[in-house]
């Protein structure tokens, strides 16, 4: 069964980085479009930044500047790069991918940024 698989998060202080992955395994699946959402506690999950499989990039826009979405072809995984983080980024992430059919969403990581 194909599932992907998150890594990455942790604890940071504010200013640092973190860079979050998410890898499918367990089959094939032809990523088209890519999202990185993400859930604070008591909040909405929210979209953070989506790469389409055109290749152009959304960002809300309370990460733009700071957040990179990018993907790894070759290795079927796709990244959140994050810098300048900020206590307000604290929330789990979640990747989704999106293929010719469904979509696939990742199990989350949690990130915590402390001031």
């Known amino acids: 069964q194909v599932q992907l698989v998150e890594s990455g998060g942790g604890l940071v202080q504010a200013g640092g980085s973190l860079r979050l992955s998410c890898a499918v395994s367990?089959?094939?699946?032809?990523?088209?479009?890519i999202g990185w959402y993400r859930q604070a506690p008591g909040k909405e999950r929210e979209l953070v930044a989506r790469?389409?499989?055109?290749?152009?990039?959304n960002y809300a826009d309370s990460v733009k500047g700071r957040f990179t979405i990018s993907r790894d072809n070759a290795k079927n995984t796709v990244f959140l790069e994050m810098n300048s983080l900020e206590p307000e980024d604290t929330a789990v992430y979640y990747c989704?991918?999106?293929?010719?059919?469904?979509?696939?969403w990742g199990q989350g990581t949690q990130v915590t940024v402390s001031s």
């Open positions: 367990g089959g094939t699946f032809r990523i088209n479009a």
């Open positions: 989704k991918v999106t293929g010719a059919v469904v979509s696939i």
């Open positions: 790469l389409s499989s055109a290749g152009s990039t």
